[in-house]
């Protein structure tokens, strides 16, 4: 996909961009905080199925799908951060600048198992 394949209007799902923050216990040992929304992220994003398969566990195989994710660019996204689309928190994968231009994100995310 190309930067002037892209249109706004392609730009359909509502989505919001999380990081994780920090907390410290009495001894300072640093845990996992509470999610925030992470400000100036992009809110409208094109989300596609990219792939799928099948996970073995014990007694029983799970579906897994892979999402790709298409925004706006923005600067300070990190693979730590995650994206909350239709109120289900997905982690990100891999952060793919289109051509380097600064103008469009390709997000992979890990979809989940599917239910």
Known sequence: MKCCDITAGMLATAVA?????AASN???DILPG???TITGSPTRARVKAASGMERGQVQRTDAVVVLKVTVRYVDGLRDSDSVVI???RHN???LDNLEFADKFLLISVDGGVAV
Do not use: K, Y
Not at 17 to 21: D, E, K, S, T
């Open 26 to 28: 009495v001894n300072g």
């Open 92 to 94: 990100i994968t891999f």
């Open 86 to 88: 239709r109120g289900r």
């Open 17 to 21: 961009f999380q990081r994780q923050g």
């Open 34 to 36: 509470a999610w925030a």
